[in-house]
C-alpha cells in the first residue's frame, strides 16, 4: 500500500497539472459513476489527508480517491499512450492539454466538498499537513498511548493515531527506535515516536525515491525494510521477517535481531 508521502506527491502533481482547468471530458469506468459527467466544471485544488485525495471541483463537489494497495494516478498527454492497460482504467479527468488516469482505484466517491470530513474525520492528525502544530504532536502521540499494550507496529498503522504511516515506515520507525514492531507502545517514547514519523515523511515527500537512510541509491535506501539479502545496512547482520497483524492487516515485517531489541515471532 503506498505510503503516505507518496499520495502527498500524486496530490500535489495532479494539483499542478489540473488547478485551475476546465474539464472538456470525463469518462468514469466505475459502477456507482458510470453516468458522471463532469465536462464543464473547473478543478478547484486537490489535496491529501493521510492516504486519501481529494479532488475539488467548482459547484461544491469533490472526488475522493484512496490508492488502496495498487492505485495510481498518471498524467498524461492528450492522445499519449497508457502505461497501464485500459481495463484498469477507472477515470479519467480531461482538460485541453493534460488528461489525469486514474488506474486500479478501487475507492471513489463523489460528495459535496463540505462532506469530506465524512471520510477522513475519524482520522488521526496528517503527518504532512502544512498547517502542523505542537497541538497536532501531542493529539497523535496521546493518541499512541492510549493503548499502552498494543504493538508499537499496529499502532503506527492505524490511521487513527496518526495518518500516513504504512509498512515500509513502520518498520523503519521501529529500527531507528532500537526495538521490534512487536514491543508494547509502553515501552518507547511517545513524542519521540511521532516526530520521527513525521520526519522521514517529510523528507520523502517531494521525490518518487524513498530512503530512510539519508542515501537514495538503489540497495542503500533502508535500513531493514526488504533488505533480506542485503542485510541490515547499519550492522550487515542477517536480517529475520515475521508477520504482523492478522487477515487483511497482515503485513511483512523486517527487523534485526542485532540491532533491535524487544519480542518478535518465533523462527
Known sequence: MPEGDTVFLAGKQLDRALAGRTLVKTDFRHPALA?????GRTVLAVRTVGKHLFTRFSGDLSLHSHL??????QLYRPGAR?????????????????????????????????????????????????????????????????????????????????????????????????????????????????????KLLLANAWRHEQSTTGDTTRGRQNWVYERSRQGCFRCGGLLRVGTQGHDVQQRPTWYCPRCQRGPAPAR
Open 35 to 39: 453516468t458522471t459527467d463532469l465536462s
Open 82 to 198: 497508457w502505461r497501464h492497460p485500459a481495463h484498469h482504467v477507472r477515470v479519467v479527468l480531461a482538460a485541453e492539454e493534460i488528461q489525469a488516469v486514474g488506474f486500479r482505484l478501487h475507492d471513489l466517491e463523489l460528495l459535496p466538498t463540505g462532506e469530506e470530513s465524512r471520510l477522513v474525520g475519524h482520522l488521526g492528525p496528517d503527518l504532512l499537513d502544512p498547517q502542523w502544530t505542537d497541538e497536532h504532536a501531542e493529539r497523535a502521540a496521546a493518541a499512541l498511548m492510549e493503548q499502552p499494550d498494543r504493538e508499537l507496529g499496529l499502532a503506527l498503522l492505524d490511521q487513527r493515531v496518526m495518518a500516513g504511516v504504512g509498512n515500509l515506515y513502520k518498520c523503519e520507525i521501529a529500527f531507528l527506535l532500537g526495538v521490534t514492531p512487536w514491543v508494547p507502545v509502553s515501552e518507547v517514547d511517545a513524542g519521540k515516536t511521532v516526530a520521527l514519523a513525521r
Open 68 to 73: 488502496r494497495m495498487d492505485g495510481s494516478w
